[in-house]
C-alpha cells in the first residue's frame, strides 16, 4: 500500500482495487476505514474542483454573452476585449 501510495501516478484503478482489497482482508476494519476516509476526502476535492470548474465556465459564458451584446449595440471591439477580457479573435466570431 505505501509503495502504490508513493507512486499513485503510475498506478491503474484495477492494481490499486487489488492491493485494497488483499490489505482489507489482512488488516480488517482499520484499512477499511482509512480507505473509506480517502474516498470521502476524494470527494470533497471533486466537489470543489467542479465548484471552481462551474464558477469559471459561467464567468466565460458571461462575458461572451455581453461583448456579443456590446458588439451588435457598434461597441468598439478594442473596448469590449480590455472590458471582457476576450481576445479580439474571440469578438470577431460572435
Do not use: C, H, W
Not at 25 to 44: A, C, N, P, W
Not at 45 to 55: S, T
Not at 65 to 90: F, Q
Amino acid at each position: 500500500m505505501i509503495y502504490l501510495g508513493s507512486n499513485i501516478k503510475n498506478v491503474k484503478p484495477g492494481q490499486l482495487r487489488d492491493a485494497v482489497n488483499e490489505v482489507l482482508e489482512e488488516g480488517g476494519d482499520m484499512m477499511s476505514t482509512i480507505f473509506q476516509e480517502v474516498l470521502e476526502e476524494g470527494k470533497e476535492i471533486g466537489v470543489k474542483e467542479g465548484k471552481e470548474i462551474g464558477v469559471k465556465d459561467g464567468a466565460e459564458s458571461k462575458a461572451r454573452e455581453m461583448a456579443k451584446m456590446l458588439k451588435e449595440n457598434g461597441v468598439d471591439i478594442d473596448l469590449i476585449a480590455k472590458s471582457s477580457g476576450l481576445s479580439k479573435e474571440e469578438i470577431e466570431k460572435l
